[in-house]
């Protein structure tokens, strides 16, 4: 009912979306581990080219991230990754991170593209989102159809699975003005009058 609820009121918020909920599978985020989430996220892209459209938009929501470390400043690195096709349409890869804190474990990937870094204290639940970067996304996907959201916390974050989601907002693909392509043809008319003038 929660999942159902919070779907319609993000379509209402921001538009024609697709709901990619967070897999309820993804571990806790532990200064111990970075996690990988790969998505294939083709078949969304194809449906949007399909009607016309672009993506405009992806936003990455966390709910209820709460830093169980409340005396310091600790931060959460969010990337987006060039990945290799995987199984299914999502799944999640666990790495062990010896890396110290406060240092991006996946920054010495090649295809790393930093996004945000969540930086909080204090032992309180927020509500986060990331805006992931559209053409990165294009890029990523463009090949196989999966793109990897890299998540690498330097403390203990827990955080509500069953409200997180990555919500990608199409809208029309631009078309040239009507005035833009009368200049144009004007241009071409004026050009080719000159010429058969000379």
């Known amino acids: 009912m929660h999942k159902l609820l919070v779907s319609v009121l993000m379509l209402v918020t921001v538009g024609f979306a697709d709901i990619i909920w967070v897999p309820t599978w993804i571990p806790d985020l532990d200064h ?3 996690v990988l989430w790969n998505i294939n996220i083709g078949a969304y892209l194809e449906n949007a080219t399909a009607k016309g459209e672009v993506l405009v ?3 990455l929501y966390v709910a209820d ?3 169980l470390w409340e005396d310091e400043i600790d931060s959460l690195f969010i990337n987006l990754l060039d ?3 995987g199984s299914g349409w ?5 790495y062990e991170d010896p890396i110290a804190d406060n240092v991006n474990y996946f920054s010495d990937w090649a295809s790393a593209v930093p996004m945000e870094s969540y930086s909080h204290q204090g032992f309180w639940a927020n509500n986060y989102t990331a805006s992931l970067d559209v053409a990165t996304i294009n890029s990523y996907s463009s ?5 990897g959201i890299g998540l690498d916390p330097d403390c203990h974050y ?7 989601m990555l919500v990608l907002e199409t809208a029309p693909a631009p078309v040239p003005e009507p005035t833009i392509i009368s200049l144009i043809g004007c241009g071409l008319l004026g050009f080719l009058f000159i010429r058969r003038k000379k």
Not at 90 to 94: A, D, H, L
Not at 143 to 147: A, F, L, P, Q, Y
């Open 32 to 34: 111990e581990n970075a």
């Open 143 to 147: 090949d196989n159809g999966w793109v």
């Open 83 to 85: 990945v290799s096709e």
């Open 90 to 94: 999502q799944n999640v890869v666990e």
């Open 158 to 164: 827990v955080f509500n699975r069953d409200l997180s």
């Open 57 to 59: 938009s992806a936003d």
């Open 65 to 67: 991230l709460m830093n």
